[in-house]
């Protein structure tokens, strides 16, 4: 157990950006809303698995829709408000844990716009462990856990309750219900029991605060130092695709993104690819670079960082492997 | 003699005003520097005067008067003559966050006055948000005008995709309220709230300020019998006119680096160089590609504040010509603490105790013996390891020459810079070459779908511009594109792109 302040947000932030390699939102836009909330209504409390209390639901939450479309109208509380009621609603004698859904980039801080209003503690844990485009792709997916019930809402009080028969069908009914919430939406998906801690991938705050403070893990691995020369991104069926080249002294490194980073090539030998992590970092300010804000004639580190172990099991490797988004 | 030969470029900053004259071969006949002591809008009358008595030319053979100031970012980095601003967020869904958050409590409390959020907005489609609910505008004025508001700023959420909100508040005010100068997000800004509305809500405090100094400029003048044209640059290097610059201020900003930057690449006769701009206590290293700054990555923080503005990618080295310099074991240290406002009194070459780079400096070109010539050049080796240093660590310019411009580069002998390095005559003055060498601009900025005909609408747009810069006075035989920049909005649909085209000529 331990207590997060708002002066951690900024570190909690930056280790978010590094997990989302390179996609997941940009955790600047909701760092200063969690910010004001917390010096308003105070800290919040991390808890591990074992600190569980008794009779406890597992409430992983997380931003939809268009991070960008955030950055102009910006996220009130009412969205969160209305989210609480209506699963409180549902579970009114439960006490909720919330967790992050996402811990790379902005989602890493979303729990705590509710945590802290309605003190709730926050599970030291999240779903993938970095970020991933889909919703398949995370851990209780994999292990075949239900997504029923789905909560939506948006920021004028509207809200749905999904039951879904499939994990396909969910996908495709978020789309559609976060396009008529005028692409902003809260989730809570995969709500989860007190004895399911084994479907969370644990330690995932703890771990992002680190790396915030510059503690990488082991076998992280600078895989270049150079300039972007090249940038080529579309929009293909609701993603962010396209691929960014990296100029360095000797070589040209091309790394294929759809909303992540997800597939890293030199010289056509491939150097990093999904699950690993792929960073790309401002050298100057070190600032983490997203997909969404790449830019000609930067001067940029690229990190490899390993992920979750999880994620290097055989039936984990089937989903998220670079083939799978078909990718060059 | 010709009629209309020169021009005359003006650079206003902290200190000193220096002023240029330029004749039609784009050569400086005359230069000279001014501290600025009493009112600045005699000592622009007194420095035009003088560079036209020194050179014996009449007024009427003048075609422009440039001026290129930092008068915006001192007040608001010194909080002085600001006005403070009564903000309306036109946001139905009531975001949850206050304005100017990111700020120190005392910057807050001398821009913002007071704030309200009302119904509007509207949503990326165009949809409203809520309606505008005219009837909550008349009470909410007058709560700010009550709580101190001398200037108010509007934003509208999309405002730079639907500006229709905050023109109809701003037309409701105007009636209501005429006197109040009113500035709108969608006039200043483009996507990202918060930093639109910084933008905005700096535009609102700076009014005062530009209007004090440059409102009566251009009737003083044609008093004493100048009657060229006047224009202020902004911070693409290009020119606006001054009431432009009043309604504003926030386009003027970044226009003293940028006359800086540019201003040494002409002098030099380069477009694509490294400039290293050596003052009293810094030195700024900024990039020049085919005569334009290169810019930094995120949007620049003006006095702290975050904003959505580009503004050149200029590294700061704490290193200039009154740098203190310290005697240690392992050698010489600079900086970062400078005497440049004391040289006079305190450095070693004028009698004080100090020993700075400027003495340095002296003692190589043997005007100065206190120090031996062998510690000089220790002292300037220092300095420009530091300065060469920082020239390599910049991304992709192997293979740009350096300009060597400011005061401070007169302490840096040709001996230490191998052929790749060129420091320009009239080096001191490149700021306000760089505002004299202006040219007026014209601009487009809006937003649309190019998933047909794309080259068509590019053409249209960049047709656009050029119209809107002849139509404020740019010759139609130099006008071309100078900056074209297209910002897809992801995730909407039809690839809607920002496109933001600036002719000049």
Redesign the interface.
């Known amino acids: 157990m331990f207590t997060l302040s708002k002066n951690d947000l900024s570190i909690l932030a930056k280790g978010a950006a590094l997990l989302g390699s390179g996609g997941g939102g940009n955790p600047k836009i909701l760092l200063?809303?969690v910010?004001?909330?917390m010096s308003i209504h105070g800290d919040t409390v991390i808890i591990g698995n074992d600190e569980l209390p008794d009779n406890c639901l597992i409430v992983p939450v997380a931003f939809v829709g268009?991070p960008?479309?955030s950055?102009?109208?910006?996220?009130?509380?009412?969205i969160f408000d209305t989210l609480y009621k209506n699963i409180k609603k549902d579970f009114p004698d439960q006490q909720i844990v919330l967790m992050p859904a996402e811990i790379g980039g902005c989602n890493a801080l979303t729990p705590f716009m509710l945590a802290s209003k309605y003190g709730l503690p926050v599970l030291d844990a999240d779903l993938i462990g970095r970020a991933f485009p889909k919703i398949n792709m995370c851990k209780p997916a994999i292990l075949n856990c239900k997504a029923d019930p789905t909560y939506l809402t948006d920021?004028?009080g509207n809200a749905v309750t999904l039951h879904p028969k499939e994990l396909h069908s969910l996908e495709k009914m978020v789309r559609d219900i976060v396009i008529r919430f005028?692409?902003t939406a809260v989730i809570a998906t995969f709500i989860l029991m007190r004895d399911q801690t084994d479907k969370v991938i644990s330690g995932s705050i703890s771990r992002s605060l680190e790396l915030g403070r510059g503690l990488l893990p082991l076998k992280t691995i600078q895989l270049a130092r150079g300039?972007i020369n090249d940038i080529c991104?579309q929009?293909a069926g609701?993603f962010?695709t396209g691929h960014v080249e990296v100029k360095t002294t000797d070589k040209n490194i091309k790394i294929y993104f759809q909303n992540e980073f997800l597939l890293a090539k030199s010289e056509n030998k491939t150097i990093a690819s999904s699950p690993d992590i792929i960073a790309i970092i401002?050298?100057k300010?070190g600032?983490v670079i997203t997909t969404?804000?790449l830019?000609f004639?930067?001067?940029v580190i690229l990190l490899k960082i390993p992920a979750p172990d999880f994620w290097l099991s055989p039936e984990a490797l089937l989903t998220v492997h670079p083939n799978v988004f078909n990718l060059e | 003699m010709k009629k209309f030969s020169y021009k005359i470029g003006i650079d206003i900053g902290g200190t000193n005003a220096d002023f240029v004259l330029v004749n039609e071969d784009n050569k400086i006949c005359a230069y000279h520097k001014i501290l600025i002591q009493s009112n600045l809008e005699k000592i622009i009358l007194d420095g035009i005067k003088k560079l036209f008595t020194c050179n014996d030319i009449s007024p009427h053979q003048c075609s422009a008067i440039n001026i290129g100031t930092t008068i915006g970012v001192n007040s608001l980095i010194e909080l002085k003559s600001l006005q403070r601003v009564g903000l309306i967020r036109l946001a139905g869904h009531h975001p949850a966050l206050p304005p100017l958050y990111q700020c120190r409590p005392e910057q807050r409390q001398a821009i913002l006055a007071g704030y309200q959020t009302l119904s509007g907005g509207r949503e990326f489609d165009n949809r409203a948000i809520t309606k505008i609910d005219t009837t909550a505008v008349h009470k909410t004025l007058q709560q700010l005008l009550a709580s101190g508001a001398e200037s108010l700023a509007i934003i509208s959420v999309f405002s730079p995709l639907y500006n229709e909100d905050e023109k109809q508040m701003r037309d409701i005010i105007n009636m209501l309220a005429p006197d109040i100068p009113v500035s709108l997000s969608s006039e200043i800004g483009g996507l990202g709230f918060i930093e639109r509305e910084n933008n905005t809500i700096i535009n609102a405090t700076l009014k005062h300020v530009m209007q004090k100094y440059f409102s009566n400029l251009k009737a003083s003048l044609e008093k004493s019998g100048i009657r060229c044209s006047i224009h202020i640059t902004q911070n693409n290097g290009t020119l606006i006119s001054i009431n432009h610059a009043i309604q504003f201020p926030i386009k003027t900003l970044s226009s003293g680096p940028v006359n800086s930057l540019t201003g040494s690449c002409k002098i030099a006769g380069l477009s694509d160089a490294i400039v290293v701009d050596i003052g009293g206590t810094s030195t700024d290293i900024g990039i020049i590609e085919n005569g334009f700054p290169r810019y930094s990555m995120s949007g620049a923080l003006i006095a702290n504040i975050p904003t959505n503005f580009m503004f050149p990618d200029i590294q700061v080295l704490a290193l200039g010509g009154g740098s203190k310099v310290r005697r240690t074991s392992a050698g010489h240290t600079i900086g970062p603490e400078s005497i440049a406002a004391d040289i006079f009194t305190k450095s070693l070459s004028f009698g004080g105790e100090c020993l700075t780079v400027f003495d340095a400096g002296n003692a190589i070109n043997k005007s100065f013996t206190q120090i031996s010539q062998a510690e000089a050049h220790a002292i300037l080796a220092v300095m420009v390891d530091k300065i060469k240093n920082t020239i390599h660590s910049l991304p992709a310019c192997e293979h740009l020459p350096v300009i060597l411009t400011g005061g401070g580069a007169q302490n840096i002998s040709e001996s230490y810079l191998d052929k790749r390095y060129i420091r320009p005559k009239y080096y001191q003055v490149a700021n306000a070459y760089g505002a004299a060498q202006a040219e007026i601009s014209g601009h487009c900025d809006t937003i649309c779908s190019l998933s047909q005909n794309r080259e068509t609408i590019l053409d249209e747009l960049a047709h656009h511009a050029k119209q809107n810069a002849i139509a404020n006075g740019a010759n139609p035989d130099k006008v071309r594109i100078i900056e074209k920049r297209l910002l897809p909005f992801y995730y909407m649909p039809d690839q809607l792109t920002r496109v933001i085209m600036t002719a000049a000529g």
């Open positions: 200063d809303l910010h004001y909330q268009a960008l479309i950055m102009e109208k910006i996220p009130n509380t009412k920021l004028h005028s692409s300039y991104h929009l609701g962010l401002d050298a300010s600032i969404e804000s830019q004639g930067i001067d």
